[in-house]
């Protein structure tokens, strides 16, 4: 006689739930090898970049796992890596395994154009890492990089059923106004652009008032028409929540914006689950397994010591990334909370006072019911932090 297997939805003793709300995105990084060598690449700290390419849990595991954790929740996937398009049988398996989920790629769209046209037609969203124009994104992924992934784009952009998002690190302080707004042109095959600040020591000297000038030219653009928005992810979701604060929290059971701490688990190849991808190196951040079959809240949550509370963004912006706020004022990195963490929040805020500026409440008032619907309720936020 077997004895019948137990199941921990936590391994601690906390109350605290695994996972917060109605809906979970599972982030399936396929491998870890890639077919790139970005230079600023946030995987390759504490060698995680090619350190698993291949996974070893099996689907069975993964259906077992899923059933004891994330039974009745809303399930969103995003192929992740590494390179997720590397370990294509996977991504295939999985979508025909669970062909009631939505599904998302994270990709940096060079073999895009291999996949077969019926995994095409079931992404909810691609999001096609870029860096801006030809000359920053070659310098950080290598030469001709650029306009290959356009090529693929244009190839394949039919056959994609879901939406295509431009996905920027905004790094380089030279990145111009010009290249972003080429990324959403009437010509270029991205839907939506998004951005994030780049998590590293790259706000020195005038770069902050460098990024300021482009910032208040892309919202200037933003407000000037009202028969059509401009797609960009960051604005449109800022003005979405200082118009309707309640939306920034909705989808999240009132967290933060930032999905590690509520509702996003990272599942590795080797099986093991963390909240953040970027932190994937550090084992105290180690939230549950595949194959052991359990999972408990992300360690990565709000603490007295991150100030934003006490923030006059804190009503639209609901806290930054819980990597740098972690770093930055849990560890107490002090370097780490002045070179990256205060720039980006600097950032941040000039955001919402250029917005304020334009009076998105009297622009808001001119919009077609359409056009309203695509601000509030627009798909993307759901596969990216609003906030970048």
Known sequence: MHATPVHFQRRSGSAQPALLGHRVELQLLTTLKCNLKCSYCSLGVGEVLGSQTQVDYSLEQLERFIATHLAHKEVYVTFYGGEPT?????????????????FQLQTNGTLLDDLPPWALERLSNVLVSIDGGEAITDGYRGRGIYRQVLKNLRQVRAA??????ARVTWGNPATGFEELDALV???????????????????????????????????????????RLYPLIPLMGCVRNKLFPGRAQELYAGRTQCRVSSHLINVMPSGQIFPCPDM???????????????????????????????????SWCRSNC??????????????????????????????????????????????????RRELTDCAVYEYVEVMP
Not at 86 to 102: D, G, I, K, S, T
Not at 199 to 226: C, G, N, T
Not at 282 to 307: E, H, I, R, Y
Request: glycine share 4%; hydrophobic share 40%.
């Open 185 to 227: 042109a009437a010509d270029s095959p991205f839907d939506y652009l998004y951005w994030q600040f780049v998590a590293d020591e790259m706000y020195a000297d005038d770069s902050i008032e460098r990024r300021k000038a482009v910032l208040r030219r892309l919202i200037a653009r933003f407000f000037e028409r009202s028969d």
């Open 86 to 102: 590397l370990n294509r049988p996977l991504m295939l398996e999985v979508m025909q395994r669970f062909p009631h989920w939505r």
């Open 280 to 314: 994937m190196y550090a084992p105290q951040m180690q939230m549950g397994s595949v194959q052991d079959n359990w999972l408990q809240a992300s360690p990565l949550q709000a603490t007295p010591a991150m100030p934003c509370g006490a923030c006059a963004a804190h």
């Open 322 to 371: 819980m990597k740098n706020l972690y770093l930055g004022y849990v560890k107490n990195d002090l370097r780490y909370r002045r070179n990256v963490v205060e720039p980006i929040c600097d950032l941040l805020r000039f955001m919402g006072e250029e917005i304020d500026r334009h009076d998105p409440q009297t622009w808001f008032n001119r919009l077609s019911l359409p056009l």
């Open 160 to 165: 994609i059923g879901g939406s295509v998002t």
